[in-house]
């Protein structure tokens, strides 16, 4: 119970911390409709002359899209692993070496604060344009579906924090990390989904796809959500996933343990 009342402080704080940003979350929902237009124009303009692309319908990629703009804003990591290597680099990580005070659990506590904050006010701006989307809004009504999609939707966000934790800890190698992180990210955006939803791209690089940690992060609770998988593909990936928390989890606290090594206690 301490140690659960420890990490619920901090996700107070951060909660009280990012209400007060509330506006740029805002302003950021606001703008990813101008986002959302472009995809329906791009898509409709795909499907012009035909009925299905890839054995989805229109309406069917663009649930797809919206869906995923959603799943970025409650759980895609904004920022993470920048505030993370600040930390370290001006000495303020110094204070969590001292206290019983697990970084990592503190830093998940934050990262899901701000979810909060950024996916309730992200749905602010879908919920006013939602007259003009819902006649385009075509998910399934299997029960499974939200049974499986909501734990892969849960380790996608632990999945998302875990990558941008690891990257942050890489500053204490590295005076600078974001060409890391613009690498990381443009990685993402293609085999994340964020791009084309996978299953449109050829056989061989969806499989490989599959494989690697970032087709867990987005796409996969997307596409179980809007029906793009069946039941036998989403068990299998629900244990691949699993497999990739696991296992960035551990690749977080080697890290950690390691960069402490190097680490000199300035600051702070």
Not at 32 to 55: D, E, M, N, P, R
Not at 106 to 126: E, K, N, Q, T
Not at 134 to 139: E, R, S, T
Request: proline content about 3%; some cysteine.
């Amino acid at each position: 119970m301490s140690a659960f009342a420890k990490y619920r402080h901090a996700f107070l704080v951060g909660l009280q911390s990012n209400i007060i940003y509330r506006w740029n979350f805002g302003i950021r929902a606001l703008f990813s409709l101008f986002h959302l237009a472009f995809v329906f124009i791009l898509w409709g303009a795909a499907y012009k002359g035909q009925t299905q692309i890839g054995g989805f319908d229109l309406n069917q990629t663009l649930t797809y899209f919206i869906l995923l703009l959603v799943m970025q804003f409650f759980i895609g990591a904004f920022n993470e692993d920048y505030q993370i290597s600040e930390e370290i680099r001006n000495g303020l990580i110094n204070q969590f070496l001292l206290k019983p005070v697990n970084y990592y659990g503190y830093r998940f506590s934050i990262f899901l604060a701000a979810r909060s904050v950024s996916g309730l006010l992200g749905l602010l701006p879908l919920l006013v344009a939602l007259p003009l989307l819902k006649d385009h809004l075509v998910l399934p009504s299997e029960g499974w579906r939200l049974a499986l999609g909501l734990p892969a939707m849960v380790m996608a966000g632990l999945i998302q924090f875990t990558i941008a934790y690891c990257f942050g800890l890489l500053s204490f190698w590295f005076l600078e990390i974001q060409s890391f992180i613009i690498l990381s990210l443009a990685v993402e955006t293609m085999l994340g989904g964020q791009m084309f939803p996978l299953d449109l791209m050829p056989g061989w690089f969806f499989r490989v796809s599959q494989f690697l940690p970032y087709y867990y992060q987005m796409y996969f609770p997307t596409a179980i959500f809007t029906g793009r998988l069946n039941q036998a593909q989403a068990f299998e990936g629900l244990a691949l996933q699993a497999f990739w928390v696991a296992a960035l989890l551990g690749l977080a606290h080697l890290l950690w343990t390691r960069g402490l090594r190097r680490h000199t206690a300035v600051g702070g």
